[in-house]
Structures are given as structure tokens and as C-alpha cells.
């Protein structure tokens, strides 16, 4: 009984909670981002340097038939998709800048709040009462 209660503990602090959250977010963040990436700024990237599926750029190493298709192409031997790399490092560049700038924004917002005075705290009932009777000893 001991270990299901830790467990329930474990489970239910804000800590693993929150960490939970965050990995589907993230998750659910990833899959934006990589729509956005091959979706939007490949086929822009792509028809910059000629080509309609910048993702499907490679180079041959098993005397593939040039033109294929790079599934065909990787049927055939082995290639060098730089192509889907390229792709797949402009999603992570996009990924981790969003991340460094939400991480900054938190840490510009933290340093705000510390800055803020904070209210003073209501004192307490004992000290309510040594307070009345100073000034009642002092008329």
C-alpha cells in the first residue's frame, strides 16, 4: 500500500503535472511548426532553388537512374536525402528560436514581478493586540 500511495503523490504533484502538460503541448506545438515548415517555407525555399519538393532532393550512391522519385530511389540503394535534412534542421531552427523567445518573454515577466514591490503583509492578530496596547499605554 505504501508504493501506490508515493505513487499517488508522485502523480498528483504539480511538478509531474505540469510536466505532462508540456509534452503535449509540445507535441501539439511540433506538429504546427512542421506545417508550417513543409507547407509554407519549403515550397517558397524550393522554388527558390528550382525545385517543386525540396524534401525529395538527393544524390544517388547505388547508380539510382537520375529522376526517380526519392522513395524509388531508396528501393533501388542507398541515397543522400540532404533534401529531407535540410528540411527537418529548418523545423527544428524555426522550433528552437519560438522556444528561446517564449523562454526569454517568461524570464522578462519573472524578473517584472520580482521587481514589483509587494504588498505588506497584514499583520498578524498578536501583533494587532500588542499594537492597541502600545497606544492605549502611550495616551
Known amino acids: 500500500m505504501g508504493m501506490m500511495q508515493e505513487f499517488k503523490e508522485f502523480a498528483v504533484k504539480g511538478n509531474a503535472i505540469d510536466l505532462a502538460v508540456g509534452v503535449i503541448i509540445g507535441a501539439a506545438f511540433g506538429k504546427i511548426v512542421d506545417s508550417i515548415v513543409g507547407d509554407l517555407i519549403m515550397p517558397i525555399v524550393g522554388k527558390i532553388f528550382g525545385g517543386l519538393d525540396f524534401s525529395s532532393y538527393y544524390i544517388p ?48 515577466l519573472k524578473k517584472e514581478e520580482e521587481a514589483a514591490p509587494a504588498a505588506p503583509a497584514e499583520p498578524t492578530e498578536e501583533v494587532q493586540l500588542l499594537r492597541e496596547i502600545r497606544d492605549s499605554l502611550k495616551r
Open 61 to 108: 550512391l547505388a547508380g539510382q537512374a537520375a529522376g526517380l522519385a526519392l522513395e524509388e530511389a531508396k528501393k533501388a540503394g542507398a541515397v543522400f536525402a540532404y533534401g529531407n535534412f535540410i528540411t527537418i534542421l529548418v523545423n527544428f531552427l524555426i522550433l528552437a528560436f519560438i522556444i528561446f523567445m517564449m523562454v526569454k518573454q517568461i524570464n522578462r
